[in-house]
């Protein structure tokens, strides 16, 4: 490596825990200020637009870009990044499919935006002030990004080289990528990286009983606690969770975390999306936890059993709202 | 990969089709798509042309996938898939799009219909890019077959196919077979007595070596598919051993206890118990009956209330009765299946304006033909609840038929029973008969010379439908009597007419089970709930799912003459599929990718035909080829998408969806 890498880290709409999560690649952060230079990063430095634009085209190797496209700033600043680098990575659960942010794709803007300045009761908005995008003042005027009716992925608004899931990914993955790509190992064009081949289940501590288990009762982990003393007869493992009632997504998630949250006892969230060839990750779960709905033929006792399932929506699609068949808008 | 290279025909139908949508346009629009190498239209695309026109283009241009935009691929998939694989090309490189029942049939607009068109034959092209070849499977013809009702339908189709050599199931839900008919007396046009043509049926039914008669009892559970079907059977405990009673009668000549009870003080007939008894708790349903085996009522019978009583036991010297009896579950195979579950009469009850229930001498036509059976209550005498004959009658024709309050269609059949039964008053009683009629319909072999027969005998034939029947009499001549009211149409006047009698010639309606039925066996139902045949013309007696076929009247209204005609039909299809001795199951169905699955088994215990097994030492699910029928559950089911479901794979499907959103603004 005779060259320098040099690596942009950029956020839209997004927590900033991706970064951290970059963060915790530890002791390898000295391996990789040896081989790479930051550009951009404006969760730990100043980097202004303006820098960016001033970079030649294709300046940048690699862009790592986490948050998904919920206003004309993060469009712009996607497309100004798309130009200016060599290859674009979507990085985490909200670039990949809009993430958490995107469960507001299940309202209007404007229910959105009247929930969050005037009913939201922590509020203190008696003017029923809101937000605008431009605004007139004696110096001139100021603008503000327009926010979108929904929010979108990333490779809704520009090309995307590579996919790294997870909310967030977790650090032995982010590092593994880094050293396929600083070793020019790199997957065809369009390939989801840093994962497993498989379903959270593969690598998960739980396993089903052998004889086909029906759901009758959906239980939540902040109210119940998994028994940890039932047995699957195939290699006595403790039984499945998803089995035990509890909603897990381990099934319908591509694997690559090693099932972090299970070795926690915690059911399987769905961070890492959809199994490869999948489209729609909660379409998916949905119809595979309704086909192990114990109805016996009774369509009111399945109704009862699924009424237990506590905001359905937010569960099946917690991260991949923003790719989902329901409530589909394009930009 | 290189790129698939599609031809697209576009079918006029004769006026079918291009009487509404503009088959040019389609074409043209079609030759614009990707991948399309040519698109033509012509006449008709299942003629012997239009098929050699495919094959020779197949030839000729090297297409790969063949596109034919007609009719439903339910009526010639077959056909052009035929023409694919006589052009030496896979036949599931075949693409259908229904503008015919989707388009041309269904729109008035037909600028409308023509964009409608063009969208269908968009989705088909898109899918065709992504269509893939598929082998057919084959798997053994189990030569069994499965007749549920026992009916004239059940019974002339069980014949004829035992007769043959094959061994037959016939399940009958009550005690007896015979159905309907084996309820009436005589039958139009020709008055043939029914039990004289219907019981050596019946009797042949209970001796033929070949037929497994399983009266008293239900399908419960139907797996598997043509060829190899897995039934369910509850035999309903009936208490009674079948083997040990000889059907002498001893038990329930003795019994104290009563289903029906017979008529008291001044009421000398009940005519609404008519259809049921008198009969006692244990009962044989009628003399004819087949098996000759009673049955105990376990609501009437004083055992089971409280537990003492066992007189019939005692009665009984061939040891036969057996009250801790129990309901046995039986499972057979078989490989076709015909159903034959006819039909019930329409609640008259529910058009109050007739009084039935409410007014004495108000009967039921099926309550009527019991009257008039000689085996029923009264031996055959037609009389009134008082147990006189009567002088007068009224006969009114279409209730719950021809009634958009009801049932739109015509039954067809009560027409000639209705002029059945005025032959068979004016025959034993000798009194008036006033028949109320809106239109006479006697469009069957033999019916109008009987209509004719009956204008000679003197009934008065009243053109119009009753309106009502009341006991309030405004005329002395009325009082004590029933009064029909009702626009005369032929003299244009409204009339009373009273009678000491009415008839009401109720509807023929589908089973009140049908639908659960139609669910049980994957049976489709038309709006009135009669069974789907696969097609009214040509198709008559097969059904949707391959190897289920359907006779008699569970099709729609009929007489006994179509009813067995239907049967036999149904009996021939069955014995030329199990002479084929084989059957050819489709290649679609499902299929596991081994790498993507991670043996998480959701999918095993969904497979309603079993098909999938799971491999412990890979840890991972496999389908079984012969078993799977292509129903898609696994796929579903599968959260990680490594089913694939072989011709109706994701990728085929959303590509479809794209095509016909084609010009979609989103
Ligand atoms: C009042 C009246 C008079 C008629 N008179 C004449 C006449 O004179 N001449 C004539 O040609 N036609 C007449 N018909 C028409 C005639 O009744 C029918 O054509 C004939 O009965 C049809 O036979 P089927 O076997 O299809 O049905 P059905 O006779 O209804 O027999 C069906 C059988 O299937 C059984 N069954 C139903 N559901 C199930 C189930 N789920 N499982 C198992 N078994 C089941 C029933 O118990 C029954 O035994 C008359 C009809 C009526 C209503
Ligand atoms: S046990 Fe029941 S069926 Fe037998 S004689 Fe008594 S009441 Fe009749
Ligand atoms: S598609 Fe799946 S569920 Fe359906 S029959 Fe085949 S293996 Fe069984
Ligand atoms: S549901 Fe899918 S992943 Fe699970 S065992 Fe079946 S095929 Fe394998």
């Known amino acids: 490596m005779t060259q320098k890498l040099k690596v942009g880290i950029y956020w839209a709409a997004s927590c900033g825990g991706c970064e951290i999560a970059t963060l915790e690649i530890a002791e390898n952060i000295l391996k990789f200020i040896e081989v790479a230079d930051l550009v951009l990063c404006p969760c730990i430095a100043d980097f202004k637009y303006d820098d960016v634009r001033a970079y030649p085209d294709g300046y940048i190797d690699v862009c790592f870009f986490n948050g998904g496209i919920r206003n004309s700033e993060a469009k712009e600043i996607a497309e100004l990044l798309r130009k200016k680098s060599k290859t674009l990575v979507a990085f985490g659960a909200c670039a990949n499919w809009g993430g958490i942010p995107a469960l507001a794709n299940l309202y209007t803007k404007d229910a959105m935006i009247e929930r969050s300045y005037i009913t939201t009761e922590s509020n203190d908005n008696p003017q029923g002030t809101l937000p605008q995008t431009s605004y007139k003042m004696p110096e001139g005027e100021l603008h503000l990004p327009k926010l979108f009716d929904s929010v979108h992925k990333l490779d809704d608004v520009v090309d995307v080289d590579y996919y790294v899931p997870g909310c967030p990914p977790v650090a032995k993955q982010i590092w593994s990528c880094i050293e396929a790509i600083a070793a020019g190992k790199l997957p065809p064009k369009g390939s989801v990286i840093g994962v497993g081949d498989k379903s959270v289940c593969d690598e998960c501590p739980f396993e089903k009983k052998t004889e086909g288990v029906r759901i009758s009762k959906f239980k939540r982990p902040h109210l119940e606690k998994p028994d940890l003393t039932k047995k699957a007869e195939l290699n006595n493992k403790p039984q499945c969770l998803l089995e035990q009632g509890f909603v897990c997504m381990g099934s319908a998630t591509r694997s690559g975390c090693e099932a972090q949250c299970l070795k926690a006892n915690m059911p399987c969230r769905g961070c890492y999306g959809p199994a490869e060839g999948v489209e729609d990750q909660g379409a998916k779960i949905a119809s595979a936890i309704g086909s192990l709905v114990d109805s016996q033929g009774n369509s009111e006792r399945s109704a009862e059993i699924v009424a237990q399932i506590v905001d359905p929506v937010g569960t099946f699609y917690r991260f991949g709202m923003g790719n989902s068949m329901l409530r589909v808008k394009k930009l | ?666």
């Open chain 2, 1 to 666: 990969m290189t790129n698939p290279r599609i031809g697209v025909y576009v079918c006029h139908c004769g006026t079918n089709i291009a009487g509404k949508v503009k088959v040019t346009d389609v074409v043209e629009h079609a030759k614009k798509q990707p991948n399309v190498v040519l698109a033509k239209e012509y006449k008709f695309m299942c003629s012997e042309p239009g098929q050699a026109m495919i094959v020779e283009d197949i030839k000729k241009e090297k297409l790969d996938r063949i596109i034919v935009a007609a009719c439903s691929p339910l009526m010639h998939e077959k056909t052009f898939r035929k023409a694919l694989e006589k052009a030496g090309i896979n036949k599931y490189l075949f693409q259908m799009a229904n503008i015919r029942e989707h388009c041309s049939w269904v729109h008035e607009d037909g600028a409308a219909a023509t964009e409608k068109a063009k969208a269908l034959v968009t989705g088909a092209i898109y899918r065709a890019q992504y269509v893939e070849a598929l082998n057919d499977r084959e798997a053994p013809m189990n030569p069994a077959t499965l007749i549920v009702g026992g009916g004239i339908a059940g019974i002339q189709a069980a014949l004829d196919i035992a007769d043959s050599g094959r061994q037959v199931y016939l399940v009958e839900k009550e005690p007896s077979i015979g159905g309907h008919m084996a309820q009436f007396d005589k039958t139009f046009p020709t008055l043939d007595c029914a039990a004289c043509i219907l019981t050596p049926k019946m009797v042949s039914i209970g001796q033929h070596p070949n037929i497994t008669l399983l009266s008293y009892s239900e399908v419960e559970k139907i797996d598997g598919y043509v060829g190899n079907f897995k039934v369910g059977v509850r035999m309903k405990a009936r208490y009674v051993d079948p083997k040990k009673c000889n059907g002498c009668g001893d038990c329930w000549q003795k019994c104290p206890a009563w289903r029906v009870e017979k008529p008291k003080g001044d009421k000398k007939v009940v005519h609404n118990a008519l259809t049921l008894g008198p009969t006692k708790a244990i009962y044989m349903p009628t003399l004819q009956s087949v098996p000759n085996v009673p049955v105990i009522d376990k609501k009437s019978c004083i055992y089971f209330k409280n537990g003492k009583c066992k007189i019939c036991v005692k009665a009984c010297q061939k040891d036969a009765i057996n009250h801790e009896m129990t309901d046995v579950v039986m499972d057979i195979d078989v490989g076709n299946i015909i159903v034959t579950t006819g039909f019930k009469t329409f609640d008259v009850s529910k058009m109050p304006q007739y009084g039935y229930g409410k007014l004495p001498n108000v009967i039921s036509s099926i309550e009527f033909e019991r009257m008039n059976c000689s085996s029923g209550a009264t031996g055959g005498q037609v009389l009134c609840q008082n147990g006189e004959a009567p002088k007068s009658i009224a006969i009114l024709h279409c209730i719950g038929s021809r009634d958009k309050e009801h049932h739109e269609y015509c039954s067809r059949v009560c027409c000639m029973y209705a002029l059945k039964f005025a032959h068979l008053v004016k025959e034993k009683t000798g009194a008036q008969v006033y028949d109320f009629y809106i239109d006479m319909r006697a469009a069957g072999k033999g019916y109008e010379e009987f209509y004719n027969r009956l204008l000679e005998e003197g009934v008065r034939f009243i053109r119009g439908k009753a309106a009502s029947v009341t006991d309030y009499a405004v005329f002395p001549e009325e009082e004590g009597k029933l009064i029909v009211r009702c626009e005369d149409t032929l003299v244009g006047k409204v009339r009373r007419i009273p009678v000491d009698m009415v008839v009401l010639c109720s509807a023929l309606e589908a089973n009140a089970d049908a639908p659960e039925f139609a669910r049980l066996l994957k049976l489709c139902q038309g709006k009135e709930g009669w069974f789907t045949e696969k097609h009214p013309k040509l198709a008559p007696v097969s059904t949707a799912s391959d190897g289920i076929y359907i006779a008699g009247c569970c099709q729609g209204p009929k007489d006994i003459p179509d009813t067995v005609a239907q049967a036999s039909a149904a009996a021939a299809q069955v014995l030329t599929a199990i002479a084929k001795g084989k059957v050819q199951i489709e290649g679609v169905g499902a299929e596991i990718i081994e790498e993507k699955c991670t043996g998480c088994k959701i999918c095993n215990d969904m497979c309603p035909y079993k098909a999938i097994e799971f491999d412990a030492v890979k840890h991972k699910s496999k389908v079984n080829d012969a078993l799977c029928k292509a129903c898609g559950t696994c796929v579903a089911a599968c959260p990680c998408g490594a089913i694939k479901a072989k011709h109706f794979t994701d990728e085929q499907i959303m590509h479809e969806i794209e095509g016909v959103l084609y010009d979609a603004k989103l």
